[in-house]
């Protein structure tokens, strides 16, 4: 282990990393390279501070379960079997509580919800982007679309990555497993089946909660470089993104460590539709830019300051 590492000169650390080829390895190959370092016995805070200086915005600063690889016969991604549509029930009970319960205990405070029509007055299915900076954010998302009462005769699935529904400890796993869930895979057969799925729902119109940072940085309040997955989607099946992001302050309650819990005032913003005359490549370059405009756009107006990163080598981000 070079524990070294995190006391080097942040360019000596770039190098180091570009060296050993980090940049060209997958997000669990470079999640392990970054334990080897030491890098999860940093606090949460430095981390974040690491990753954005280093233009690392797609990593996780959580030190997740080790990913078990999804089987076909261990997903339903569109619950046909009795089983699956017994445990969703039994599952959205347990969570609808556990909603009202941290509300109540305000362990979840939202302010405000701004722009809620956005999701009211859509006829489609669409694809929901969000900033993920919280294990809680998913909730405010699932309270928005239950205030638009689109719950009715629609669902909100999230899509997660692969080892919170194969391996995640506790009342989060059984929510991962079984609360609408659409787990990506590393196995081509089980993605195969994924996308077709993604795109019946889609059809149905249902919603698709997608976090296109791909990453959870917690409590970062700054818009992070989108991914083009959820664009992807959205442009094969022809359905629109809806941008939701989340603003932050403190609020007067404190949580048990005597530090403020954050209020969230939620933006749900208008629809981004692609446009026939572009290339489905180009549509998906054009729906993640004015998306990520829109986040900057509120992050700024919100925050009263420019939008800037910490990042010391440009060329990483792009």
């Known amino acids: 282990m070079d524990e070294n590492f995190f006391n080097k000169?942040?360019?000596?650390?770039?190098n180091i990393l570009e060296n050993e080829k980090f940049f060209n390895k997958n997000e669990i190959e470079q999640s392990n390279l970054l334990r080897k370092k030491g890098f999860f016995k940093l606090d949460v805070e430095e981390r974040v501070k690491f990753l954005e200086r280093a233009g690392i915005f797609h990593l996780d600063v959580n030190d997740d379960p080790p990913t078990i690889p999804l089987t076909l016969d261990k997903v339903d991604y569109l619950n046909k079997k009795l089983s699956s549509k017994i445990n969703r029930e039994i599952a959205y009970g347990s969570a609808e509580r556990f909603l009202k319960k941290?509300?109540?205990?305000?362990?979840?405070?939202?302010?405000?919800?701004?722009?809620?029509?956005?999701?009211?007055?859509?006829?489609?299915?669409?694809?929901?982007?969000?900033?993920?900076?919280?294990?809680?954010?998913?909730f405010a998302v699932e309270y928005v679309f239950r205030e638009a009462k689109l719950n009715r005769k629609r669902r909100l699935y999230k899509v997660i990555r692969e080892g919170n529904y194969t391996n995640f400890p506790g009342l989060y796993g059984y929510f991962f497993k079984n609360c609408d869930t659409l787990p990506l895979a590393s196995n081509k057969k089980v993605m195969a089946e994924f996308i077709k799925s993604v795109d019946i729902l889609l059809k149905r119109k249902h919603f698709i909660l997608i976090y296109a940072e791909q990453s959870m940085w917690l409590n970062y309040k700054k818009p992070k470089p989108l991914m083009d997955g959820a664009f992807r989607f959205a442009v094969k099946s022809n359905v629109p993104v809806v941008p939701i992001f989340i603003s932050m302050q403190n609020s007067d309650v404190t949580d048990e460590n005597e530090n403020p819990v954050l209020e969230y005032i939620i933006n749900v913003e208008k629809p981004i539709y692609k446009e026939e005359h572009l290339s489905d490549k180009e549509n998906i370059a054009s729906m993640k830019e004015?998306?990520?405009?829109?986040?900057?756009?509120?992050?700024?107006d919100f925050y009263k300051i420019p939008l800037e990163y910490t990042t010391e080598k440009e060329k990483i981000i792009n």
């Open 290 to 300: 004015k998306n990520y405009e829109v986040w900057k756009s509120i992050y700024e």
């Open 102 to 138: 941290i509300i109540k205990e305000k362990k979840l405070i939202i302010k405000e919800i701004k722009g809620i029509e956005n999701l009211k007055n859509l006829d489609t299915g669409a694809i929901i982007t969000c900033n993920h900076f919280n294990p809680f954010d998913c």
């Open 9 to 14: 000169d942040i360019d000596e650390q770039l």
